[in-house]
């Protein structure tokens, strides 16, 4: 089993000069409409996969995420990069390793923004609904602060979407990755 921390933090405008995990707000004032400044954190096993060099639009953050999961579990294998920047992200399933998958972030040579390559395995079982847990939790709380524009709104099929990763039994996922 794998041990998965993810948290949204966002930079506060008004209040401090640092990005603030987005629970710990009482409130919020972004700098642009529909732009909420912010990272998602992630670390899987204690190797921190998405930090706050990472930074971007958190809204748009959380929706390439989820979006790329829905690709690799469809093709067994998804790639993308961050909204404005050229980092690199992979996921795909391992070879001969039912129900787990590599995540790969960055290039073997550091990139023009100084990140490196991090690359770590993960039981689909523990990604899926641990992404899904964080990013119904931090649109919760977007809505709790009344970001402007959509930020906060999660359709009904993507929320249902999310709680069926959170529901499927561990067992699921190794048909779905069958390695």
Not at 99 to 117: A, Q
Request: hydrophobic share 40%.
């Amino acid at each position: 089993m794998s041990d998965i921390a993810i948290q949204t933090y966002l930079y506060d405008a008004h209040g401090s000069e640092k990005f603030n995990p987005v629970q710990e707000l009482v409130s919020f004032t972004q700098k642009k409409y529909g732009y909420i400044e912010g990272f998602i954190s992630m670390a899987i096993d204690g190797a921190e996969m998405f930090g706050p060099e990472l930074w971007d639009d958190v809204g748009l953050l959380w929706r390439w995420l989820t979006i790329m999961l829905d690709d690799c579990r469809e093709n067994g294998a998804a790639e993308s990069s961050l909204v404005e920047r050229a980092i690199p992200i992979r996921l795909e399933g391992v070879r001969g390793w039912a129900g787990n998958l590599l995540l790969t972030v960055g290039r073997p040579e550091d990139d023009h923004y100084g990140v490196e390559m991090r690359r770590t395995s993960v039981a689909a079982a523990d990604l899926y609904p641990a992404v899904a847990q964080a990013y119904l939790d931090a649109f919760t709380h977007f809505r709790r602060l009344e970001t402007p524009g959509d930020t906060g709104r999660v359709s009904e099929a993507k929320e249902a979407r999310l709680r069926s990763w959170i529901e499927t039994p561990r067992d699921s996922w190794l048909r779905i990755f069958p390695g």
